[in-house]
């Protein structure tokens, strides 16, 4: 059973900085994909960003320019660093692992910015 841990979420006023990591219980080379998502109350979960195994990324419009995802392998770790967030930025944000053999999540870490 793969685990993902998200921590790094918090409360931070607008134009602040956060930066969310995703740790896997396994090598993330086994994953050829991982990515971040978030819901916000009332809202389907959306995807903020991914990765790929072969390091390619891709952003959401509503944060590029201002969210980039990175991954260190060698901690088994995918980042997302939030910059100059706003208030719509505020929902709780997931990690998303797949491979051949499934899909995975963790349990999501909450990310409050005030106004």
Known sequence: QVQLVESGGGLVQAGGSLRLSCAASRSIFSFNYMGWYRQAPGKQRELVASITSGGSTNVADSV?????????????????????LKPEDTAVYYCNARSSLGGYWGQGTQVTVSS
């Open 64 to 84: 590029k320019g201002r969210f980039t995802i990175s991954r260190d392998n060698a901690k088994n770790t995918v980042y997302l660093q939030m910059n100059s």
